[in-house]
């Protein structure tokens, strides 16, 4: 067991380190010569896979159907040598998201989201509509007979469903989209520990995200978590809050294969939350709160996020 433990929690903080993005982009002669003014630019907020979380979610009934909302807040910059961050901006997701059972070992998750988005420009930009949908297949692994070590590992794609503006990658968060309007790919390990009343749970993911018809590349993604849990069961009901960490890596945007600068940069946060279970139900929030903001070499940071997810267990 140490060795797994070893890789999941080196992952943790791996995200935060300097290094290089992983695929190369095709570079069409015709746009060779394209110019480009600099940008700010990051993929945290509104178009990222994942719904800018690690793991997947529920301890208490990891099979379910059902609905969750995110919100989230941002500031940035209204120009290169701004030295305030003086325009908000606001991204609400809603999706409609589920592990089922398929065979003995393996799931399939999936989730759909509706997004709308909104900065305070002057004028406002507002956008809104149907975002990427996600698929995913995780086999699971019981390392020992009591059942108190776990190995989840999956691999999914993001279909690109959504729409994606060009336009409004020049803008100072080219994140404001709807989707990527790539193919992308992803990788996922979660490792939980549980035993009597207490649990412990390490994720890390990375998602490839490949070129679009407009030759842009929003730049891959590494997000680590480590979380512990507490589960109390009453006689008709079960809770469990939670207390955690995570950490976000993105590596830098490409277009017309080309490396932007001011792109990229990382987040450590502290999330908080609980879990209720009754019945078939499950209710859950969280809220993380930024410890580390390093996003377009700080022309963009994140305020905050919060969620809540109402379940139905298969």
């Not at 903080?13 to 480009?36: C, F, T």
């Not at 325009?87 to 999936?110: C, H, M, S």
């Not at 410890?291 to 997810?309: A, P, T």
Request: contains cysteine; glycine residues 8%; aromatic residues 14%.
């Amino acid at each position: 067991m140490k060795p797994i433990l070893i890789i999941i929690l080196t992952s943790v903080l791996l995200p935060l380190a300097k290094a290089g993005d992983s695929l190369s982009i095709y570079r069409p002669y015709i746009l060779e010569h394209y110019k480009k003014a600099e940008r700010i630019q990051c993929d945290a907020c509104g178009c990222s896979i994942g719904g800018a979380s690690s793991g997947f979610e529920s301890i208490l009934n990891p099979q379910f159907i059902g609905v969750k909302y995110l919100f989230q807040k941002y500031e940035s910059k209204a120009y290169e040598y701004d030295k305030h961050y003086s325009v908000p901006e606001y991204y609400n997701t809603i999706q409609i998201w589920g592990r089922f059972p398929v065979i003995k070992n393996l799931d399939a998750y999936a989730s759909l989201p509706y997004h709308a988005h909104e900065r305070k420009t002057n004028p406002k930009q507002n956008i809104s509509g149907i975002g990427d949908l996600s698929a995913m297949a995780i086999y699971k692994l019981r390392l020992d007979s009591m059942s108190h070590h776990r190995l989840n590992v999956g691999l999914g794609v993001k279909i690109p469903i959504a729409k994606f503006d060009r336009k409004l990658t020049e803008s100072y968060n080219p994140s404001f989209q709807l989707g990527t309007g790539s193919w992308d790919y992803a990788a996922i390990i979660n490792y939980t520990y549980a035993k009597n009343s207490w649990a412990v749970a390490l994720s890390t993911d990375y998602t490839f995200k490949n070129q679009n018809s407009k030759y842009y590349r929003f730049g891959d993604q590494w997000n680590s978590s480590l979380t512990g849990y507490y589960i109390h069961h009453f006689n008709n009901f079960s809770i469990s809050p939670r207390l955690g960490m995570a950490t976000e890596r993105y590596f830098p945007n490409v277009e017309v294969g080309e490396r932007l600068s001011h792109t990229g940069g990382y987040l450590v946060l502290w999330k908080m939350g609980a879990e209720m279970s009754i019945g078939k139900f499950n209710i859950g929030v969280e809220n993380q709160m930024p410890i580390v903001s390093k996003l377009s070499e700080d022309r963009v940071r994140i305020r905050g996020r919060n969620s809540v997810y109402i379940n139905f267990n298969l």
